[in-house]
Antibody
Framework: EVQLVESGGGLVQPGGSLRLSCEVS????????MSWVRQAPGKGLEWVAN????????HYVDSVKGRFTISRDNAKNSLYLQMDSLRAEDTAVYFC?????????????WGQGTLVTVSS | SYELTQPPSVSVSPGQTARITCSGD??????AYWYQQKPGQAPVLLIY???DRPSGIPERFSGSSSGTTVTLTISGVQAEDEADYYC??????????FGGGTKLTFL
């Protein structure tokens, strides 16, 4: 059974940092591109970042470039999102997802999300 | 940057057909994907590559494409289909974009 479990969310002050983790099981993690997607309270989905299966290629939405860093540890079957210089508008539930978009298969498995709240 | 436009809401009577559109210039070059999200839950992939349905998705969900507009059709809408629906496409720079989402409600 495929499982993606996010962790690391919480309350952080503006300007602070947080590191999200996504631990996966049930598939060969090292073979797949992965994405982070977020959803602000009461709002729609926003793609945040993706990373190629070997970590050699990363892409970000403009609003987080220079502040967020996506990474992965294939030996630990884990995906990460380092979030620095956090702003109130980064408050959201953050989902990790298996990204098969470039195989024309979409984001086919998602975690349940972890809530990040940026507030003083 | 690419933008995908969806109607904020679509209303339908149970048993009728609902159609949700998604428009954007990128859709003439990129495939579209559809997701269903119920309150407090993660999104679920409904349609990929404009028209294909993953295993386990009911046949009443179908997708179509014409030019810069794609459409999600739900035939014989059931109570459990009340949810938010999002379209998505890849962009040319390696990322992707979601539409603003459409809330499907019953009349």
């Amino acid at each position: 059974e495929v499982q993606l479990v996010e962790s690391g969310g919480g309350l952080v002050q503006p300007g602070g940092s947080l590191r999200l983790s996504c631990e996966v099981s049930g598939f060969t993690f090292s073979s797949y591109r992965m994405s982070w997607v977020r959803q602000a309270p009461g709002k729609g989905l926003e793609w945040v970042a993706n990373i190629k299966h070997d970590g050699s290629e990363k892409h970000y939405v403009d609003s987080v470039k220079g502040r967020f860093t996506i990474s992965r540890d294939n030996a630990k079957n884990s995906l990460y999102l380092q979030m620095d210089s956090l702003r109130a508008e980064d408050t959201a539930v953050y989902f990790c997802a298996r990204d098969r978009l470039w195989l024309l298969q979409g984001l086919d498995y998602w975690g349940q999300g972890t809530l990040v709240t940026v507030s003083s | 940057s690419y933008e995908l436009t969806q109607p904020p809401s679509v209303s339908v009577s149970p048993g009728q057909t609902a159609r949700i559109t998604c428009s954007g210039d990128s859709l003439s070059k990129q495939h579209a994907y559809w997701y269903q999200q119920k309150p407090g839950q993660a999104p679920v992939l409904l349609i990929y590559r404009d028209i294909d349905r993953p295993s386990g998705i009911p046949e009443r969900f179908s997708g179509s494409s014409s030019g810069t507009t794609v459409t999600l059709t739900i035939s014989g809408v059931q109570a459990e289909d009340e949810a938010d629906y999002y379209c998505q496409s890849a962009d040319s720079s390696g990322g992707s974009v979601f539409g603003g989402g459409t809330k499907l409600t019953f009349l």
